[in-house]
Each structure stands twice: as C-alpha cells, then as structure tokens.
C-alpha cells in the first residue's frame, strides 16, 4: 500500500489533476493520497497559497476582500469547469472561504494559518469529487476528522504521538482516500500549519501512520539531480541516496523535499520515491535507509544562503567553563535558533539564519555578550552562503576536504568557515553569497565530472 502525495505543481491545473487521476487509477495500491494547494501555472503565475495570504490581510484590513476572494474562488473555477464538474463543488469552496474570513482575528498567526489552510483542504475536496466523477471510489478526509494532531502555539506545529494511532484508523476505510496536506488540528481543535514544505510533512506523518509500503512524492522533476541545475548545467541524477544524505541536502536548499518531511518516514523506516508528475514512469529518486556503494564518496552538493555569523573573542576562552553554554542560552533567550558553532581557542563563531535578527535585536545581543560574558570582541557579519556536500562514502575516502577547499580556491573566492558533521556524512564550507554558484559549479567538476555515473 502507497501513500503519494502530489505537490502544487502536479495540481496547479485541470490538466494537471487528470495526470493526477491518472497515476491514481494506475496502481490500485496508491490509496492514499495527500495534496497541496494549487501552484503556478507558469513562471509568472501566483500560487494559490499566496493569494490567499493576500486575502488574509486584507481581511485583516478590511480592504478589497471581495477582489481578492473573487481571484482565489476563480483560480477553483477554472480547475473545475476543466474537470467538468458542476457549480456544487465550487459553491462549497466559496461558502468554506466566506466562513474562514469571518473567524475569529484576536491571535493573527492562526487566522492567516485558517486562511491559507484552505488552499490544500478545498483543493482535496475537489480532486475528490472529481476522482468521483471518473468513476474512482473515492472521498475526502479532513485532518481534524482524522485525528491529525498538533501541539499549541507557541511552539512550530508538529503531530502528537496520538495523531499516529488516530490515522491508523484509516486504514479500514475503502477507496482511494483524498488527503488535504500542510495541517493539523489542536487537541481544543484549532487549526495550525506545518513550517514551509508542509504538504511533505503531512504525506509522510500519513505514511508513517497507515505503515505504508512507500511514500510517493509527486513533483515536476525525474529525479533529484546531485547539484542545483540552475546552476550546474545537465548535473548527474541521483537514483538512490540515504536518509541522512537527503536531510543533509535538503537543509542546504535542495527544494525537491523538505528535510522535516523526512522524520516520520525515516523513523518507520519507510522508503520514499520522488517521481514526476508529467513522466510518472521515469523511475524517480529512491531515499532508502541504506544505499549499494558506489565509487563516488560524494552523492551530493548544495548551497543555501541568507546567513550570518555571530563573533565572539575572549583570551582563555578554552579554560572558561561554561561559556559556550552561556552564549547559546543568550541566543536562546532571544529565540534565535543556531546552525553551526566552529570555534578556536579564543574565539567561537556562531552561525544562524539572517531571517532571525534585525538592528535592535543584534545591539542587544552584542551588549549582552559584552556585558555578561566579557568577550573582548563581538560582532555580527551577513550575507553568507552554506555550501555542503554529502555522501556515505565521505568518512572512508582520504583527501576530500582537500580536494573540495582546493577547488574552491581556484574559484578566487575566500572560505569564511569550515564545519564537518560528528557523522562525517556531510562537509559545510561558509563562503560569501556572491561566490556561491561560481563555487558550486567548481565543486561539480571537481567530485562529478571525471567520474561515470553509476549506483
């Protein structure tokens, strides 16, 4: 039995949706099936998600509601007239929509959250009923019915332990059973979104939960490439990589699958494939919990900016005992969470994401870390990229560090930072954002070009 997920892409259109069935009607084991909101037609076009976060705040506002629900209720339209459904299915999404604007605005997070939850939840209803309309045995399951449970604010929403036991129970229904992803619902029943990528997440809790046999994530690629091809031109397919490898990948922005989607299906120990919509019988990226060798100790390379790196000096900071902790709880109590820490003998770097601070809150830590901590010296620094590169095969093969900090110096660019995981699974190099693809294009040739493809 398969769970498959279908992402904004695969659902953006009418004629999307019918490949969709298609696949669906294909293989009789695909009985669940997770969707996203509808995304962009064309390079230009808005996903649906965003016109309803403009709908959002204009309600908000209380200013071109009725416009901006008309943009988001037309975008349904026009998917089901090319269905040829009939008025019923795109009544209920409008009824839906002016129930959710009129909610309760008191805590602003959860009302847009309502808001945007609704693109994946009136998407589901209407694949659903066209699934229907086809002749497919099919209905729509809305999370809370379900029993998809989240914890409170403020923490990000994540599944309580008893969502898994309540989705098993899914199990006994008949039919294919169409799934709204990217939510969940409070134990008091309040609705509350998963982090960016969370139709991914939603697929794979579902998937861990059902104990299904794969976990099918649907997108517009074949496969997952080993480095960014709008950077590297024609890089290699990956037809096989490990979870750690694609957690590694895609926290340095591999965009294919959010790394958080990987947990659930990781600790259930459910293989994943990531196949195409448009040419569902290329055979797609298999993420297994253990790969075959190959002679490649690199799998993968990838890249992801808007960083920033905290300094911190102070003389004898080795023999300072709890001064690391110190510093991280200062950052904790400014809720900044960290990505690296690679440290010398008298001084420590602390890498986070730039979307964290702004001035008043870099002043502030900086006097705290003057003042508290008595460093000699601290300040911040922006506009970094992470550049990283993966592979099982990295902890036995000499040399690579080597090779890749070479590489990288050919390019001219300057490294501001290296930090190799305790798993030695992946190697991070800190490098400034207008060196990024100059670098990644550098680290291709070097771990890709000289060698044939082959797992």
Do not use: W
């Amino acid at each position: 039995m398969k769970v498959s997920k279908f992402g904004g892409t695969s659902v953006a259109s009418a004629i999307q949706i019918k490949k969709v069935a298609a696949i669906v009607k294909a293989d009789p084991s695909r009985k669940f099936i997770v969707v996203s909101a509808p995304g962009k037609r064309y390079d230009t076009d808005k996903k649906v998600t965003d016109l309803l976060i403009e709908l959002a705040i204009a309600a908000i506002h209380k200013e071109e509601v009725e416009e901006k629900l008309f943009k988001v209720l037309d975008r349904y339209k026009e998917i089901a007239q090319g269905l040829e459904l009939d008025d019923t299915i795109c009544n209920v999404i409008e009824e839906d929509l002016r129930s959710r604007i009129n909610k309760d605005q008191s805590i602003l997070e959860l009302f847009v959250d309502n808001i945007k939850a609704s693109g994946e939840d009136n998407n589901a209803k209407l694949i659903s009923a066209y699934f229907t309309s086809i002749g497919l045995d099919s209905q729509y399951i809305n999370p809370r019915t379900a029993g998809l449970l989240v914890n409170d604010l403020p923490e990000r929403a994540q599944a309580l332990p008893q969502a898994y036991d309540n989705l098993y129970a899914l199990n006994h229904l008949s039919g294919v059973v169409v799934f709204p992803g990217f939510f969940g619902f409070t134990p008091n029943g309040t609705l509350r979104t998963f982090d960016r990528g969370g139709s991914d997440i939603t697929g794979s809790i579902l998937a861990a939960a059902v104990k299904a046999d794969l976990y099918e994530n649907f997108t517009d690629v074949d496969s997952v490439f080993c480095a960014n091809p709008k950077v590297v031109n024609h890089p290699a397919e990956i037809e096989e990589i490990t979870y750690r490898e694609m957690r590694e990948l895609s926290y340095a922005g591999f965009s294919v699958f959010h790394d958080e989607a990987l947990m659930p299906v990781f600790k259930s120990g459910i293989p994943v494939c990531i196949k195409n919509t448009n040419n569902p019988s290329a055979p797609g990226t298999k993420i297994v919990a253990k790969r075959k060798n190959n002679k490649r100790p690199v799998t993968g390379i990838s890249a992801d900016n808007g960083f920033s790196i905290l300094y911190v000096s102070k003389y004898l900071m080795n023999r300072e005992i709890g001064f690391g902790r110190k510093l991280l709880q200062i950052l904790e109590e400014e809720h900044i969470s960290y990505e690296h820490t690679p440290s010398g003998l008298d001084d420590i770097s602390v890498i986070v994401r730039s979307h964290q601070l702004d001035p008043e809150k870099e002043a502030r830590i900086m006097s705290r870390v003057l003042n508290e901590l008595k460093a000699d010296d601290v300040h911040f620094r922006h506009h970094f990229s992470m550049i990283v590169i993966v592979g099982e095969g990295m902890n036995n093969s000499t040399g690579l560090a080597a090779r890749a900090a070479s590489a990288i110096a050919n390019t001219g660019a300057n490294i501001e930072m290296i930090n190799q995981g305790s798993s030695e699974v992946s190697l991070s190099f800190g490098v400034q954002e207008s060196s990024e693809n100059k670098i990644l294009r550098a680290l291709y040739n070097e771990f890709f070009s000289a060698v044939t493809v082959g797992y």
